[in-house]
């Protein structure tokens, strides 16, 4: 009796005394986390917006942003969003292999995109517009920052994930866990077009 | 050489005052003496096994309740020492520097290492005894919010002997609680004590509510959910909304004092107005965080003690959900002051009166609940029954806040301070209290002396009145709160006189109540299951309940289950028969949380004190526990169906 998965919609009827789908549990709970980080980035954009104008006689968004960077870091990430549905794709016709390569891609990607960002980073300290700089650059490199901070988090845990995939094959219990990365994910490219709106766009506007 | 250690432990370590020096000596005692016992009686295993590294809810709730009513004991030792210092004018008996930092370690104990704690230990013994599951939803997650809320208060509590406490109030605005005016480590452990718990807090908000969606026993739709678990489903909508607020508004204080940020700073632009509202979008929020559960645990007992199911089952429900939405609309009443013009507060205002109205509509349906029913003088009643005027008193003072044009008159005087407490006390406290002696014989198959019970009841309501009324009085008359020196000429001595009367009446009944778990952990008689005749699941299993909380899942089929089947039975019907017991599947205990909340310690300690050699490890410590628990596939086991069937016969055969 022990994994089998329980039918959704017979729950009622099914006998299994206190089993539930394990993975199923996680999913919900994923979401609810999930929610909460919207709260979190929610925060952190209304204070950028409150500080956005406070420069403190230092430079503002129109002097600061280069858009083809930001427009690449985007593109980037949003293709990494479609690598990461085609790794799921690939793990639902149960293939290790690819899922794995899928993954792997991603990984590049968002990689590339944490690197783009510290590279903007780096040279806007270098341009004396730091994080003490004002009002609006606390809450500008707060803000990005938390993204940048979430998909380095994010990458991290798609090793760990590649590296259980390939000891232990697709199974009930990392087919959930790549469930959850996935959902994380297309979360943060969510985030990222927000991010590029209210922060790059409206900036330079 | 000699010198400079010198220097370093007089800064490090809090020096100068007598009193510290005999709250030193009496933690290093404490501390050597729960050293000695264990290894004498050679507990160490047994702490490390069945408690330390547990995953199971009950005893996690056990803990958490031991913990907040250590942290009652402080708080409680806090606000005594500032009632001392005012009671009359001129008495020196703390320094003013003192004072601030008690009443900022009383308020900030209170609400967040006091109320949240014993609210969350009574979530975890009860809720998945009274929806019929196993365990929560992730066990293991549980363990680890426990230990981020335990290592969040030690830390918090640490400040106390080195490096020196916080002393900005327990909301700590800034600027005042900025670098530029607080230079000292007090304010850095207030930020990491509450942001390391806060976490836990809400990780636990995330647990619970899945655990209510996704584990109810078989037939229990949600509207056949108990009051207290309805109350715990409202609360945790609401935490999971507002903890992240709090964890960015901490976050972007202590980057303004330790990365040299501009949020709410005076200069570059930042804006300490920001951090009040932001404070506030939690803070309000939190309060109804704390008391929806008490109004979850007054329904149980209201119920159970009048032997009728509850009035209005429904418009319970509808009154809680409401209360959790509106509650995120009445910050700003925090600071009708700040001058945010007459639209914006008449706003408020009007929505801070709104939710006196799901609230009203709580308070009849008890009264209605009891109305023609047989009520029962028991220990959990009589703190239900007291709650009633005091919260009613507490409530319609709100209300009078609420109208913004008089709260510039109310606001910061010790009628507020008097609101607050009342409500606080009257509702919060009083709750926790009827839920404890409700339960307590659910945790530990005993119930505490009625006795004792009786004059720890009294001396709490008496001392309550005695204390804060006086107070409303004091703050008409103009007295300000956080204010530790007054002269003769205000007038305002009499009354405080009376009020730490009052505040030394509720110790006193704090002590009665310690007595009172003493004496009937030593002097007691067994209980069955059911020693309240109770309506709803947790009453049909063992006092205590053994580990897997039920042998076989229980089929629910009305709102009351427990009451049906009892009355279904005295009608000499037949229960269902029972399926076969089965092999019950249980997660495995875990080593990970403790080392994990280690691990934040070490970290918070270093952020604290910006010590990288510190932090650096410290975070590691914590992605290592991450990490390791990812790779680890064997976290749970089967209890074979022998081993179920001779515990359950152990069970009947003691009681």
Known sequence: ?205 | MLDSIKDFASWFFVTGDPLIYGADVSIVLATIAIFAVLTYFKKWGWLWRNWLTTVDHKKIGIMYILAALLMLFRGGVDAIMMRTQIALPGIKFLEPEHYNQVFTTHGTIMILFMAMPLMFGLFNIIIPLQIGARDVAYPFLNSVSFWLFFVGAMLFNLSFVIGGSPDAGWTSYPPLSELMHNPGVGENFYIWGIQISGIGSLATGINFIVTLIKMRAPGMTLMKMPMFSWSVFATCIIIILAFPILTVTLALLFLDRFAGGHFFTLDMGGNPMMYINLFWMWGHPEVYIVVLPAFGIYSEVVATFSRKSIFGYKSMVFAMLVISIVSFFTWLHHFFTMGSGADINAFFAITTMIIAIPTGVKIFNWLFTMYRGRIRFELPMMWTIAFIPCFVVGGMTGVMLAVAPADFQFHNSYFLIAHFHQVLIGGVVFGYFAGLYYWWPKMFGFKLNHKLGVWAFWFWNIGFYVCFMPQYSLGLMGMTRRISEYTWDTGWAPLNFISTIGALMMGIGFLFQVAQILYSTFKHKKVGNDPWDGRTLEWTTASPAPEYNFAITPHVHAVDDWWATKERRAKGIADDPLPPIEPIHMPKNSIIPPIMGLAWFVAGFGFVFDWWWFYIPGMLGVAICMIARSFSYDTDYYIPVDEVKRTEEAIRGSV
């Open chain 1, 1 to 205: 009796m022990a994994q089998t998965v329980a039918h959704k919609g017979n729950h009622a009827a099914d006998h299994d005394h206190g089993h539930h789908d394990p993975n199923d549990l996680k999913v919900v709970g994923f979401w609810f986390f999930l929610i909460s980080d919207v709260i979190l980035f929610s925060v952190l954009f209304s204070t950028f917006i409150v500080l956005r104008n406070n420069t403190a006689g230092g430079p503002d968004g129109k002097e600061l942003f280069e858009l083809p960077g930001v427009i690449w870091e985007t593109f980037i990430l949003l293709t990494s969003s479609f690598t990461s549905g085609l790794a799921t794709l690939a793990m639902n016709r149960g293939k290790k292999s690819q899922l794995i390569g899928w993954l792997v891609v991603t990984a590049i990607l968002g990689a590339a995109f944490v690197g783009l960002e510290v590279n903007e980073f780096v040279k806007m300290v270098n341009e004396g517009a730091g994080f003490s700089r004002s009002a609006f650059l606390s809450s500008f490199f707060t803000l990005v920052g938390t993204h940048g901070l979430h998909v380095s988090v994010g990458l991290c845990w798609m090793i760990g994930l590649m590296i259980q995939l390939g000891r232990r094959g697709i199974t009930e219990t990392t087919k959930g866990k790549v469930t959850l990365i996935s959902l994380y994910w297309h979360f943060l490219d969510v985030i990222w077009i927000f991010l590029l709106t209210i922060v790059y766009l409206m900036g330079v506007m």
